[in-house]
T-cell receptor, first 112, second 111 residues
C-alpha cells in the first residue's frame, strides 16, 4: 500500500525501554526519519537514518533499519516522563509529491 | 527551536470567514511545506513551494491557496471556512534533499 504504518499507542513503565515500530513501503526510500510531537507543539526532528545503514545510535535513542522487511524501529532507553509524546515515522520518497511521507504517529505514554 | 516561525499561534474565527496564516522558513531553506493536522485525519500534506514556485500539491481544498514570496516567507489563505477546517496548521521548511523542519503551528478554531 501507500501508507507508512505505525501502531497508535504504546505504554511503558518509567525507566524501561520503549520500542516504537514502523513499516514503510518504498524500498527505494533514501532517508527514514523519526519526529517527536509534544502536546500543543510542532514536530521536532529527533533522528534520521540513511537507507544504507542498519543502525544509528544517538545517546538514549537507537534506530534500527531492516531494509528487507521495510521495517524501522526507534528504541528509547531509560524512558522518562519527558518522553511522553507522539512519535512519527517518515520516509523520504522522491516519487511522491510531498517527498516525505509520514505515518499516523504512535502515542507514547509513561506510567510510574 | 527549529528556526521556522509561524504566526499567529492561535486563531478563532467564524464560519464563512477568511484567514491568512504566515510562515517564515529557516534561513537558507528554499522549500516550504504546509500541513494540516486534525484529530481524525492525522498529518495531511497540503502544498509545497520551492523558491517562489508551487512544486507539489497534496490534499488541498479549492477554498485554500498559498503563495511564497521573494523573501521566501509563505502564506496559506483559507476562505469560506467551515467547522471542519478547525485544526493545527503546520509549516515546514527544508534544504534541498534534506529533512523537513517544522514550525510551532497555528491552531485554528472555526466557530
Amino acid at each position: 500500500g501507500e501508507d507508512v504504518e505505525q501502531s497508535l499507542f504504546l505504554s511503558v513503565r518509567e525507566g524501561d525501554s520503549s520500542v516504537i515500530n514502523c513499516t514503510y513501503t518504498d524500498s527505494s526510500s533514501t532517508y527514514l526519519y523519526w519526529y517527536k510531537q509534544e502536546p500543543g507543539a510542532g514536530l521536532q526532528l529527533l533522528t534520521y537514518i540513511f537507507s544504507n545503514m542498519d543502525m544509528k545510535q544517538d545517546q538514549r535513542l537507537t534506530v534500527l533499519l531492516n531494509k528487507k522487511d521495510k521495517h524501522l524501529s526507534l528504541r528509547i532507553a531509560d524512558t522518562q516522563t519527558g518522553d511522553s509524546a507522539i512519535y512519527f515515522c517518515a520516509e523520504r520518497r522522491d516519487s511522491s509529491a510531498s517527498k516525505i511521507i509520514f505515518g499516523s504517529g504512535t502515542r507514547l505514554s509513561i506510567r510510574p | 527551536d527549529s528556526g521556522v516561525t509561524q504566526t499567529p499561534k492561535h486563531l478563532i474565527t467564524a464560519t464563512g470567514q477568511r484567514v491568512t496564516l504566515r510562515c517564515s522558513p529557516r534561513s537558507g531553506d528554499l522549500s516550504v511545506y504546509w500541513y494540516q493536522q486534525s484529530l481524525d485525519q492525522g498529518l495531511q500534506f497540503l502544498i509545497q513551494y520551492y523558491n517562489g514556485e508551487e512544486r507539489a500539491k497534496g490534499n488541498i481544498l479549492e477554498r485554500f491557496s498559498a503563495q511564497q514570496f521573494p523573501d521566501l516567507h509563505s502564506e496559506l489563505n483559507l476562505s469560506s471556512l467551515e467547522l471542519g477546517d478547525s485544526a493545527l496548521y503546520f509549516c515546514a521548511s527544508s534544504p534541498p534533499e534534506g529533512a523537513q523542519y517544522f514550525g510551532p503551528g497555528t491552531r485554528l478554531l472555526v466557530l
